[in-house]
């Protein structure tokens, strides 16, 4: 590992994941913005339009949309399509039941900021490593 860095969150669902940041700067919508079949962003305009969300640690502010958002996401699941991990500057109750029902590590109360696509990430009982070398 390179320049590891530590941030303490607050966890809305425990559990273990590591892979490769994804990162948005606006608010995701898995109701819409992200095909449950595919797990590409088909959103036009947004900032991932295109990418897959498929197995990667997704990086967003707060969700946004409707409340079928939490039921798409555990679609993505039982399809393999979801990320493996969710992380939120403000975990919105959307994206929580979502992560909840669908039992994907997700935390919040972390400054998204340091946080870009292609880092490495891992969370782990309430702590997100990143690592800025990959």
Do not use: Q, W
């Not at 966890?11 to 608010?27: D, M």
């Not at 996401?73 to 959307?94: F, G, Q, V």
């Amino acid at each position: 590992m390179g320049a590891l860095k530590e941030y303490r969150a607050r966890v809305i669902r425990n559990g273990f994941a590591e892979g490769i940041a994804l990162k948005s700067e606006e608010p995701v919508s898995f109701f819409g913005c992200v095909n449950p079949e595919t797990g590409v962003v088909v959103e036009k305009g947004h900032p991932l339009e295109g990418e897959s969300i498929k197995d990667r640690i997704l990086v967003f502010p707060e969700g946004k949309g409707s409340t079928v958002g939490s039921y798409s996401l555990y679609r993505m699941k039982k399809n393999n399509t979801a990320p493996r991990a969710i992380i939120n500057r403000l975990c919105e109750p959307i994206v929580a039941v979502g992560a909840i029902i669908s039992d994907i590590p997700c935390v919040d109360n972390i400054d998204i900021s340091k946080i870009n696509s292609g880092d490495r990430i891992v969370i782990r009982e309430g702590y997100v490593f990143v690592d800025k070398d990959g």
